[in-house]
């Protein structure tokens, strides 16, 4: 299956939909080349509004972009627990519980009478928040949730779903990250 042009690099380890949208925003960061989608406001408005996260006439401000980044990160340190790290800190979560608190989701009743909460457009920024929101709500009922991780290496952190049987996958890639990381250790201990 060809990958929808929104999700960044080579993703090898993909979420199903819609949760993929929640994984490639949070690999808008890569720490592994050390770019980012979400720093430039002209980049940014591509990006978002390919992944249908941005519907406005415009590009997202600095302040808007602050905020995007800041709620990707509070989601990474969600993902980072997933992966079998320590659980967020209170301070890890702030962004994503202050645009929790600032969203306004809208009940909707479709043609047929499927029930359905959407993101009310308030600004253009918090709508998209919400959308990935109400994604993370579904995957967490779901049981899709616990297999998105973010990688165990401390330098790429990229989130990776995991489809293996025990869901005891820790590396977004064994053979880069996984022994990278069993290198360093035996380094540490052999010091
Ligand atoms: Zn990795």
Request: include cysteine; hydrophobic fraction near 40%; glycine fraction near 8%.
């Amino acid at each position: 299956m060809a990958m929808p042009s929104w999700v960044p690099g080579q993703e090898t380890k993909p979420a199903p939909m819609p949760l993929l949208l929640v994984q490639s925003f949070v690999n808008t960061w890569d720490g592994d080349h050390d770019s980012d989608l979400l720093l430039d406001p002209a980049a940014a408005r591509g990006w978002l509004t390919a992944a249908g996260l941005w519907h406005a006439d415009r590009a997202p401000d600095p302040a808007e972009l602050d905020l995007a980044r800041r709620v990707r990160e509070s989601i990474r340190a969600t993902l980072a627990a997933n992966g079998g790290g320590p659980p967020p800190a209170s301070g890890d979560l702030q962004a994503l519980q202050a645009a929790a608190q600032a969203s306004r989701p809208a009940l909707q009743v479709g043609p047929g009478g499927q029930v359905s909460l959407q993101a009310e457009p308030t600004a253009p920024l918090e709508a998209g928040l919400v959308t990935l929101l109400l994604v993370i709500r579904d995957a967490q009922r779901d049981g899709t949730w616990r297999r998105l991780k973010a990688c165990g290496n401390p330098d790429c952190r990229w989130a990776f779903y995991d489809r293996s049987h025990s869901r005891a996958g820790a590396w977004c890639d064994m053979a880069t990250c996984g022994n990278r990381i069993k290198n360093r250790r035996l380094r540490q201990r052999q010091r």
